[in-house]
């Protein structure tokens, strides 16, 4: 009888009984690497810790890979899929505000958003999955990546141009966040779209300076910027599709000197947040369009610009997926949910573009420790008991996505 993959019921290769040996090991590196963050490509210290602990495993080893980053390369005893697993390297420029022993050293960089532990547990999964080379099938490829959090230069983007996803080229793609105000012990996996396109415009209504006393014969670049404010949600309410995610908002106008004098122009900044190509490329036109029509309608222009092509829209394989929740669920001690889309951006969707795979979050809110800030807060504190399970789905994944198909 040929069974549904979905009720397929996997045997997990490790448990926690398997990753015990190595917590307190990947708890010393995340402490080590949280009291010396870094910031955005100037992760050198960090990819120095990352190759050495690599080479210390027998490991293949790449330095300098798209900046700052590392790629590891183990190789299993048996035939089988290259399966990668990402961790980011970056801190944040923000100031620590918890009183932990390791408290970073570095006024104005924190390890904010967590990629301090997602470092450590990636090195557990390499330790784990290293130890059990001989039971390998297929071969797992470790993406430590730069500057995740450098907007349209993250990292993800030369990594790849830099061959991170070839020779052999990746079957399998998978990256794990930490996520501050989810429960510890709690993954968040679910299919299809995770995260959000973060497209940032900036606009420049040309309009002509004259006297606040006669405006008819001036243009008034701020009379056509409130207009074209207004009128940019009636692309959310009239000509975007419903039930497509759409955020628009207007975050930043600029314009004028003094209270009678009409300015020559006015410059508008702000941000769109999609979740599908389509809507995405439908919200720039739109955009474009009001900007200049509605500008060109009062005798102004307007210069609209997208900045940067920033991140794409995160998407997860709906098969790959559903695989890897059945492999998750089997983790004694975590459980498994779908949580909803989050509007926040990803690089790691640079790497999905490449190979099927699945961004993925693990809970670490825990009130009675003091862990519930949000990530980039200056007050966010991990949970670290929740580490070990982070390396253990990493290694499961690869262990089981690495089996032949
Ligand atoms: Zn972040
Ligand atoms: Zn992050």
Same mark, same amino acid.
């Given at each position: 009888?040929?069974?549904?993959?979905?009720?397929?019921?996997?045997?997990?290769?490790?448990?926690?009984? !398997?990753?015990?040996?190595?917590?307190? =090991?990947?708890?010393?590196?995340?402490?080590?690497?949280?009291?010396?963050?870094?910031?955005?490509?100037?992760?050198?210290?960090?990819?120095?810790?990352?190759?050495?602990?690599?080479?210390?495993?027998?490991?293949?080893?790449?330095?300098?890979?798209?900046?700052?980053?590392?790629?590891?390369?183990?190789?299993?005893?048996?035939?089988?899929?290259?399966?990668?697993?990402?961790?980011?390297?970056?801190?944040?420029?923000?100031?620590?505000?918890?009183?932990?022993?390791?408290?970073?050293?570095?006024?104005?960089?924190?390890?904010?958003?967590?990629?301090?532990?997602?470092?450590?547990?990636?090195?557990?999964?390499?330790?784990?999955?290293?130890?059990?080379? &001989?039971?390998?099938?297929?071969?797992?490829?470790?993406?430590?990546?730069?500057? =995740?959090?450098?907007? *349209?230069?993250?990292?993800?983007?030369?990594?790849?141009? &830099?061959?991170?996803?070839?020779?052999?080229?990746?079957?399998?793609?998978?990256?794990?966040?930490?996520?501050?105000?989810?429960?510890?012990?709690?993954?968040?996996?679910?299919?299809?779209?995770?995260?959000?396109?973060?497209?940032?415009?900036?606009?420049?209504?040309? *309009?002509?300076?004259?006297?606040?006393?006669?405006?008819?014969?001036?243009? !008034?670049?701020?009379?056509?910027?409130?207009?074209?404010?207004?009128?940019?949600?009636?692309?959310?309410?009239?000509?975007? &599709?419903?039930?497509?995610?759409?955020?628009?908002?207007?975050?930043?106008?600029?314009?004028?000197? #003094?209270?009678?004098?009409?300015?020559?122009?006015?410059?508008?900044? *702000?941000?769109?947040?999609?979740?599908?190509?389509?809507?995405?490329?439908?919200?720039? #036109?739109?955009?474009?369009?009001?900007?200049?029509?509605?500008?060109?309608?009062?005798?102004? #222009?307007? =210069?609209?610009?997208?900045?940067?092509? =920033?991140?794409?829209?995160?998407?997860? !394989?709906?098969?790959?997926?559903?695989?890897?929740?059945?492999?998750?669920? #089997?983790?004694r001690g975590t459980r498994t949910i779908e949580g909803k889309p989050i509007m926040g951006a990803e690089d790691f969707s640079r790497f999905l573009q490449k190979a099927p795979g699945a961004f993925y979050f693990l809970g670490s809110r825990n009130p009675k420790k003091g862990c519930v800030s949000m990530n980039h807060s200056s007050e966010f504190k991990v949970d670290e008991e929740v580490l070990k399970y982070g390396s253990l789905s990493l290694a499961n994944l690869a262990h089981e996505f690495g089996k032949p198909n």
């Open positions: 009888m040929h069974l549904n993959s979905e009720y397929v019921q996997y045997q997990l290769a490790f448990n926690v009984s !398997d990753i015990r040996e190595f917590e307190s =090991e990947i708890i010393r590196i995340r402490r080590r690497i949280h009291a010396n963050p870094e910031l955005s490509y100037r992760e050198f210290e960090t990819s120095k810790l990352v190759a050495q602990k690599l080479r210390t495993l027998g490991l293949g080893v790449r330095t300098r890979v798209g900046g700052t980053g590392v790629v590891g390369l183990l190789k299993g005893a048996h035939h089988g899929n290259v399966v990668a697993l990402r961790a980011d390297m970056d801190a944040l420029p923000v100031t620590e505000n918890v009183n932990v022993p390791f408290k970073s050293k570095r006024p104005g960089i924190m390890h904010a958003c967590g990629h301090d532990t997602h470092v450590s547990m990636l090195l557990g999964a390499a330790m784990l999955l290293a130890k059990h080379r &001989d039971d390998l099938h297929g071969q797992v490829r470790f993406l430590f990546q730069p500057a =995740e959090e450098a907007g *349209g230069r993250g990292g993800a983007k030369p990594m790849i141009e &830099d061959g991170a996803m070839n020779n052999p080229k990746v079957d399998y793609v998978f990256g794990l966040h930490i996520y501050g105000t989810v429960p510890s012990n709690v993954f968040l996996l679910r299919p299809g779209p995770v995260m959000a396109a973060p497209d940032t415009f900036r606009i420049r209504i040309i *309009g002509k300076g004259g006297h606040g006393s006669a405006p008819h014969e001036a243009v !008034d670049p701020i009379f056509v910027s409130a207009q074209v404010v207004m009128a940019l949600q009636g692309i959310t309410s009239r000509m975007i &599709d419903q039930l497509e995610p759409f955020v628009i908002s207007v975050c930043s106008i600029h314009s004028g000197t #003094k209270d009678n004098i009409i300015p020559d122009d006015a410059i508008l900044e *702000g941000t769109v947040r999609t979740f599908n190509e389509k809507t995405r490329a439908q919200a720039k #036109k739109y955009v474009t369009k009001v900007f200049e029509s509605l500008a060109k309608s009062f005798k102004a #222009k307007a =210069e609209v610009e997208f900045k940067l092509d =920033e991140y794409p829209v995160t998407v997860n !394989d709906p098969t790959v997926t559903k695989k890897a929740i059945s492999v998750l669920r #089997k983790i």
